[in-house]
């Protein structure tokens, strides 16, 4: 089936651990993103990256990490987590750099 | 700053009647605009889009204006049913092919059989 796939669907973690959220999509779509999904914030970009190999930081990067090894997956880890980082996270792609996004069913993340 | 805003969080229609949500933006060098709706529990989905040198953009049931002088544009949901409850997000895309969008914070929309 086309599209995004996240994992896991939902995960509690204790602060100080170290969490890596996948993503892999099979559209061949060449650019790829993460953002996050508060009560009242909206969506806000994390990372992101417009082909293989290359990355940019987002609107909120801090914490973060990613890295872009083929096409088709985009990790994002947190190497040590913060309560802060309790959120919704979304992956999405596209297949032109800017274009329209298509987005996976994310992954939601509790740090206690 | 926030650069798109949707100031309503919520908004309660009847069914069969209109839907308008409302969406501001600040950055002149946004050149694209979309919509996204997101039910509970999934990830957004992609509603519709309008380039910045049109004014109207139609699709079936769901309209999109765009007004550059006032940096508003607006989606028409007509005529409203029980399915479009959900969560808008308007988005915005920097001129040139940006590699973000800029997303407001959403209306909550309520259609009430």
């Known amino acids: 089936i086309a599209g995004i796939t996240q994992a896991p669907t939902s995960q509690i973690l204790a602060a100080g651990r170290r969490m890596t959220l996948r993503c892999t999509q099979d559209m061949r779509h060449n650019a790829m993103y993460w953002y996050r999904q508060d009560l009242g914030l909206g969506l806000r970009l994390i990372h992101y990256?417009?082909?293989?190999?290359?990355?940019g930081k987002g609107e909120v990067p801090d914490g973060y990490s990613v890295s872009r090894a083929n096409t088709d997956d985009f990790p994002l880890t947190l190497a040590s987590a913060v309560p802060s980082q309790t959120s919704v996270y979304f992956c999405?792609?596209?297949?032109?750099?800017?274009?329209?996004?298509?987005f996976g069913p994310g992954t939601r993340l509790t740090v206690l | 700053d926030q650069q798109v805003k949707q100031n309503s969080p919520s908004l309660s229609v009847q069914e069969g009647r209109i839907s308008i949500l409302n969406c501001d933006y600040t950055n002149s060098m946004f050149d694209y605009f979309l919509w996204y709706k997101k039910y509970p529990a999934e990830g957004p989905t992609f509603l519709i889009s309008i380039s910045s040198i049109k004014d109207k953009n139609e699709d079936g049931r769901f309209t999109v204006f765009l007004n550059k002088s006032a940096k508003h544009l607006s989606l028409h949901i007509v005529p409203s049913q029980p399915g479009d409850s959900a969560v808008y997000f308007c988005?915005?895309?920097?001129?040139?092919?940006?590699?973000?969008?800029?997303f407001g914070k959403g209306t909550k929309l309520t259609v009430n059989p």
């Open positions: 988005a915005a895309r920097y001129e040139g092919g940006s590699e973000k969008l800029v």
């Open positions: 990256s417009n082909t293989a190999g290359t990355t």
């Open positions: 999405a792609s596209t297949r032109t750099s800017g274009g329209a996004l298509f």
